[in-house]
């Protein structure tokens, strides 16, 4: 890919207290989009508290861009309904600032940059999403000292 200045790990880990959207509980999968990628976790059924263990990567070439992460229930006869969504940006990330929330840290953890965060759903009454970003450099612009000093 031109241009492209490395890779983005999502690990995306669970759900929890996520939305009721069947009679007594919700069939959750998780869709990651950002520009024109788009990736998507397996479908847990019955539960409002899943958890997906899941790695999506997204190449990243743009990071001013957005990452969407939109939540839903599985209907298997009708249309799959939504759950809440959040986003978040990884340009922070790269430069080395941490606002995606106050209780997260970019760290250097077995020699990969990670951070680990919990996102509040919005447009739904309750639920948040928590994921695992791991940077992966694959433009050789990031020296073994600059990562070792991202972690604080």
Known sequence: MENMLGLLR???IRGVNLAIRDSKSSDPYV?????RQ??????VKKNL????NEDLTLSISD????????????????????????????????N????LSEESKI?????????NIFLKLQNVECGEVELQLEWIDVSGLLSI????DVAY
């Open 10 to 12: 999502l690990h995306v």
């Open 96 to 99: 080395r600032q941490n606002c």
């Open 49 to 52: 508290n899943p958890e997906w």
């Open 63 to 94: 990071p001013v861009l957005p990452i969407k992460i939109m939540v839903y229930d599985r209907d298997w006869f009708s249309r799959d309904d939504k759950m809440g969504d959040a986003f978040f940006h990884i340009d922070s990330f790269l």
């Open 145 to 148: 000292n600059e990562l070792e």
């Open 31 to 35: 869709i990651v989009r950002m520009g």
């Open 38 to 43: 788009k990736l998507r976790t397996r479908v």
């Open 107 to 115: 760290v250097w953890n077995n020699g990969k940059i990670v951070q």
